[in-house]
């Protein structure tokens, strides 16, 4: 087989370059290669178990791909000649390319110093369907879960087990939930929400090992207490997909992701890669990154396709902001860029405002929900470092909004005087809209 664009993997990195090398090459014959019939949506995997309720409505759709012409070719790379520009698949086909991008993802990390974990009913959150549809229907004969690794998805996982009426219990090792993503007096408040809502959450907590023979019966924890439990899911992280990669002679970081640079190109000639195996700086500090999200990876798949036939200065990679936001009950908790906390590390000068109104007005309103808003700025320029938000559905769009302030370098100023479309049952009032808000204060703080 011969293709002009060759895409290895399925998720969300290898469905948006190729979508975006078809419609901006339309001809060029454009192929993705992928292991999986059906792809899941990678954010919506935790929710299988809960409100979505199986793998079936959690399915990346094929539609755009095939209405463009993108040829899907279910298959597994196992090597690649970069100067033949050719590669070997495992049913025992070759195919040859002009350009190529690795989008190949990342996997579940499981700490190889853990003992247990290789038991039966001991679980991780890959992004293989297969694997999910079997732990689904164990899972319904399970009452008591242990979760370990309280970051977004163990969270989400502990949210939805709990709407199902299990017993959970969330498993952290440091002070926080979240911790790595917010500051404090917001993980505090997930932390709150959580144990209101019935998961026992056990902070500064390690687990030393998972019990129990060839089955799992518990988890041994570092102040010698051991816990029940009947299944034990593993969200320590992930770690790059990125063994192919190095086998065909790419140079990946000192993190084992890619290396490339901000056209996500690699420094062999005329491949490219993208999404969670990629390489990745952060925004503010420069520094690398290991931050792995589905809207990154979109975004980096963007420009790599953008860039395969014509370099263009203004389709560039800038740096991960790290952009999150996630759910617990009807309550959201979002994020985008620099935290206080990280802000401090690094040694920027910063005031910090926070402001708490509502999303709608007047508060009579039904569905009115609080609506808190953190900004970080640097007080020497005013630029917009980061923000935190804790409120209700409108917090997965606000904090967006932020994210494109943080790349579009906007300033204080730039938000003081911003013009916002307001109406009572969708937006905060204009007179107490908490994002300006918050900005006011970050004004007062810098002239004081």
């Known amino acids: 087989m011969k293709t002009d664009v060759l895409i290895i993997g399925g998720s969300a990195a290898g469905l948006v370059s190729a979508l975006t090398a078809k419609s901006n090459n339309p001809g060029k014959d454009v192929t993705i290669i992928r292991r999986e019939e059906k792809v899941m949506i990678p954010c919506g995997i935790p929710y299988i178990f809960g409100t979505v309720g199986s793998t079936d409505k959690n399915i990346l759709p094929d539609a755009g791909l095939e209405k463009l012409g993108v040829n899907i070719r ?44 290789d038991k039966k009913n ?22 008591k879960i242990v979760i370990v690794g309280a970051g977004f998805i163990g969270v989400e996982f502990s949210d939805e087990f709990r709407k199902k009426g299990k017993d959970v219990t969330l498993i952290e090792v440091l002070p926080h939930v979240m911790g790595t993503a917010f500051d404090p007096e917001f993980s505090q408040l997930a ?65 084992g ?50 860039n395969l036939y014509s370099l263009s ?26 935290t206080e906390a990280m802000a401090r590390k690094e040694n920027f000068d910063i005031v910090t405002g926070t402001f708490s109104g509502i999303d709608r007005h007047p508060g009579s309103i ?34 967006n909004v932020i994210g494109i302030a943080i790349q579009g370098g906007m300033t204080l100023n730039d938000l003081l005087v911003a013009q916002i479309g307001t109406q009572p049952m969708l937006t905060a009032s204009p007179a107490a809209y908490p994002l300006i808000k918050a900005a006011e204060i970050c004004a007062k703080q810098m002239r004081s």
Request: glycine share 10%; net charge negative; with cysteine.
């Open 74 to 117: 279910v298959d597994d790379v196992v090597s690649i000649d970069t100067k033949s520009k050719s590669c070997s698949t495992e049913k025992g086909g070759t195919i040859s390319y002009e350009k190529l991008i690795f989008a190949t993802g990342s996997l579940p990390f499981v700490p190889s110093s853990l003992p247990g974990k």
């Open 122 to 143: 001991v679980f991780t959150v890959p992004k293989n369907k297969v694997y999910l549809d079997e732990m689904v229907s164990l899972m319904d004969g399970f009452q």
């Open 191 to 255: 932390e709150e929400q959580l144990k209101e809502r019935g998961v026992r959450v056990l902070t500064n907590t390690r687990v030393q090992s998972i019990t129990g023979d060839d089955t799992v019966s518990g988890v041994l924890l570092d102040n010698g207490s051991e816990l029940e439990a009947d299944a034990v899911i593993l969200s320590i992280g992930y770690k790059p997909n990125t063994a192919l990669a190095a086998a065909a002679g790419l140079e990946l970081n000192e993190c």
């Open 257 to 306: 992701f890619i290396k490339v640079d901000r056209y996500m190109r690699t420094r062999v000639a005329d491949v490219y890669a993208a999404g969670d195996c990629a390489e990745k700086h952060d925004f503010a500090t420069g520094k690398t990154s290991t931050i792995m999200l589905a809207s990154t990876a979109c975004a980096e798949a963007r420009v790599a396709a953008l």
């Open 313 to 338: 200065t203004s389709n560039t990679f800038r740096g991960t902001i790290g952009i999150y936001s996630t759910s617990i009950g009807s309550m959201s908790y979002a994020v985008a860029g620099l």
């Open 366 to 399: 039904n569905d009115t929900s609080k609506q808190t808003v953190k900004l970080i700025v640097q007080k020497c320029s005013g630029a917009i470092l980061g923000g935190e938000i804790f409120a209700g559905k409108s917090g997965g769009e606000l904090i």
